[in-house]
């Protein structure tokens, strides 16, 4: 036999009394950390407070993942990509667009709480490899379509088009530089000749390494280089 001491009622079994927590109103169980609230309230305040990455603040919808949280903002409310932030109607995003948190762009990797006045500046910041998200370079692609939605640093011929904008193509990843890029004292661009600590960070900024014209996006240092006939 299985107790419920919150009702005071006993189940001929566990199963049953699963199912009874599960349906009872007494019960508000959180899945993430199988914590049972006695009140809905209770429940919402805790999966505010402690999931806030998959709590829908306005509709008071739970999601398994936060990016289904994500494709609930962008097709219910409204999702600024470049700042990450979500907004209940199109006045509040609109206002949003206009101050001056939009304007600086945020960096989006975990733990780094940088800020910067423009796409290329973000970009060159991610490509450095001194950002503590270690990025991808699929990754900084997509994001640099993203910001750039006036083609500055991005080439939309190479770009794939979606039913909600362009897209960077995917690449294999592989590595181009290798120990020989020493110098002695960093691992070093031949292209534009930029120092990095390490050969990972020297490798995803090169990678991939653009033929003239070809490249959905380039660096800054880089489409400086190629200006320059390096």
């Not at 006993?10 to 599960?22: I, P, R």
């Not at 999601?63 to 494709?71: M, P, R, T, Y």
């Not at 653009?210 to 800054?220: F, N």
Request: with cysteine; proline share 4%; charged share 25%.
């Amino acid at each position: 036999m299985s107790y419920c001491e919150r009702c005071r009622v006993e189940f001929v079994s566990d199963h049953v009394l699963w199912q009874h927590e599960a349906k009872s109103p007494k019960h508000n169980i959180c899945d993430a950390c199988n914590e049972d609230f006695s009140t809905a309230r209770a429940f919402n305040q805790h999966y505010a407070e402690c999931h806030e990455e998959r709590h829908c603040q306005w509709c008071h919808m739970y999601f398994d993942k936060s990016l289904a949280l994500i494709q609930h903002h962008r097709t219910q409310h409204r999702y600024c990509n470049i700042c990450d932030l979500a907004f209940r109607d199109g006045e509040a995003i609109e206002a949003h667009n206009v101050s001056a948190e939009h304007t600086l762009i945020s960096c989006p990797g975990r733990k780094c709480n940088r800020r910067f006045g423009s796409a290329a500046a973000l970009i060159s910041h991610l490509e450095s490899g001194a950002c503590s998200s270690k990025m991808n370079r699929n990754k900084i692609n997509q994001l640099a379509v993203d910001l750039d939605r006036t083609n500055v640093i991005t080439n939309p011929l190479r770009l794939l088009r979606a039913p909600d904008g362009y897209a960077a193509p995917p690449h294999p990843i592989i590595n181009i530089a290798t120990e020989l890029s020493f110098n002695g004292q960093a691992y070093e661009c031949f292209l534009c000749h930029h120092e990095f600590k390490k050969l990972e960070g020297l490798n995803q900024h090169l990678w991939p390494l653009p033929t003239r014209g070809e490249a959905e996006m380039r660096s800054p240092s880089i489409q400086q280089a190629y200006a320059e006939g390096r």
